[in-house]
Structure formats: C-alpha cells, structure tokens
C-alpha cells in the first residue's frame, strides 16, 4: 500500500528517473558521485573514519578526494562514456555540508549541465541552515541518515558532534542532532525538495525502535526509508550486523508507515553508472 505524499507531480516526474528513488530508473539511468568532502562534525560510533561515511556508502572503501575542478573533469568524462547518468550527487567520504568544496562542486557542475537532477546526503547537522543554498544551486533530492529520533538511544549511536564551534557529547550531542535533523527535513519538504531517510540497523542498540522512526518520517511526509545493515567497525566492531532475514523484518514492519527502498546497493562516495554496476574504475582519476 502507498503512502500519500505531499510532493507536487513535476517532483514526482523528475525523480521517475532518479535511480535510487525510483526502482524502476535503476535499470535504465544512472548517477555519479562526487567525492569532494573529506571533514565530518560528527562521530558516528560506527564509523572509522578511514573508509567513505556510511550514509550512502559501501563498507571498506577508500574514496580518493577530488578538488571541485577535479570533480568536473570527472562529470565531464562521465557524461561523455554514460549518456545514461541523470543524477549527480555529493555523498562524502564525509559530510557533505560540512565542506566548502561541495557547494562549489555543485556550483560548477550544474552551471554546465543544468539538466541533471542533483541530490547529496548527509547526516543532517546543518541541513536547516544550508537549504536555501542548496535549492539555489538546482539541488532536489536529499538523503539524511536518521539512526533514532529518542536522543535516549541517539546517544548510544554518537560519540560527539561539532555544532557551531563548540563540542557537545552525549545526550546533549544526541538532542542537538535530532533537533537539527527533523528540523531540515521538515523544511526542504516543504521547500519541494524530495527526501529519503537512510537508517542503519543497529542490533542491540536502535533496532526495537526503527519502527517509530519510520512512523516519523512518513508522518512528515519523507518519500522514501532505505534500512541498512550495521557494518561492524569502530566502537560497534563487536556487534553482530542482522541478518537478511532479520532486515526484511524490519523492512516488513517499517512499510506500514513509509515506502522502503527495495534496490540499495550501498554505492561508494565515488559511484558511476548504473546501481550495481559501478564504472568508476574506467574513470581517470
Ligand atoms: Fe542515490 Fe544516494 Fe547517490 Fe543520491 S546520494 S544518487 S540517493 S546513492
Ligand atoms: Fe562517519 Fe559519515 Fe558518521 Fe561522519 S556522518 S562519522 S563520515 S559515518
């Protein structure tokens, strides 16, 4: 059964060929990532920091950092060997709002192809603040990686985050982020923009509550909730990731109450081409 979203058709129409958000323009377009944000604020306690940041990204890759100009000799390139690839997107290896280099990577890219559809993810710290950029520079779909919205178990999941040069920890950090979390996705909803929640699958720690997080976001009208299993690193290196089973699960409960993304491949930060089918490497890099 599908959710009522408050999204207008010309939205819907656009992202009919966005690959991650429509299951069916995963086979016929593609996207490229542009890895330009290397610094992260926060700290995920799954995450090493040496491999690209988990919200949109494959476990145990290393993406290599690309100045902006850099970054549109490689869109350049890729739309010259895929003429299939619609969407062009920042996704790390860190937090994309966090680096300069993604507001002028997009400034650059979408100058020249201005008919692409641009999307980028984040853990959405500084989502709310950064919008009105984002939807200047033609930016209409974003990913935000939401782990909890009770900063009773948000704490668990987050060691520290920087906001507004100062450190902040613990529940506090957790409380912070949540605020600021919902806060942006609440706004670029309503700025039009399309919105999917990635929320990794914790055992011990989010797991008995994805449900009320799914329960959120759909009730604010997200489009789309990709359920990823935890990748055991950092300080959840001893925890056990679900199983498949488990996953579809929770995916099963989840979809009373936002559509679940049915095709994720947990792209890199430097993906190209078609979900599935990466082309990064026949690109110079
Ligand atoms: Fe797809 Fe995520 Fe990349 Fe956007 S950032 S193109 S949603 S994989
Ligand atoms: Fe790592 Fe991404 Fe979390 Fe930052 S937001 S700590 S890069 S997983």
Do not use: W
């Not at 507001?103 to 100058?111: G, I, M, P």
């Amino acid at each position: 059964e599908e959710k009522e979203v408050p999204y207008d058709p010309s939205q819907l129409r656009k992202i009919s060929k966005h690959p991650c958000f429509s299951e069916k323009a995963c086979n016929r377009f593609g996207r490229i990532h542009l890895p330009v944000a290397p610094k992260c604020n926060i700290q995920c306690n799954y995450c090493l920091r040496k491999y690209d940041c988990v919200n949109e990204s494959r476990p145990g890759v290393t993406s290599k950092v690309l100045s902006p100009e850099e970054a549109l000799e490689r869109v350049d390139e890729a739309m010259d060997k895929f003429h299939y690839i619609k969407v062009i997107g920042v996704a790390g290896p860190g937090e994309p709002l966090f680096n300069e280099e993604t507001f002028k990577t997009y400034e650059l890219v979408s100058e020249k192809y201005p008919e692409k559809i641009y999307c980028i993810s984040t853990n959405g710290l500084l989502l709310s603040e950064k919008l009105e950029e984002l939807k200047k520079l033609g930016v209409s779909t974003i990913t935000v990686t939401v782990n909890a919205i009770d900063p009773e178990i948000a704490k668990d999941v987050y060691s520290h985050i920087y906001y507004q040069g100062k450190k902040y920890t613990g529940k506090k950090a957790a409380e912070i982020l949540l605020e600021k979390q919902l806060e942006g996705i609440e706004k670029a909803i309503e700025l039009g923009m399309i919105l999917k929640v990635n929320t990794v699958y914790i055992p011990g720690v989010n797991e008995d509550h994805i449900p009320e997080v799914a329960k959120k976001i759909g009730d604010i009208g997200v489009y789309l909730h990709n359920i990823i299993p935890l990748i055991p690193q950092y300080k959840f290196s001893e925890k056990e990731p679900p199983t498949p089973e488990e996953k579809e699960e929770m995916k099963e409960k989840c979809s009373d109450y936002v559509r679940q993304m049915e095709h994720c491949r947990q792209c890199r930060s430097d993906a190209c081409g078609k979900l599935g089918e990466d082309k990064q490497d026949s690109l110079e890099s």
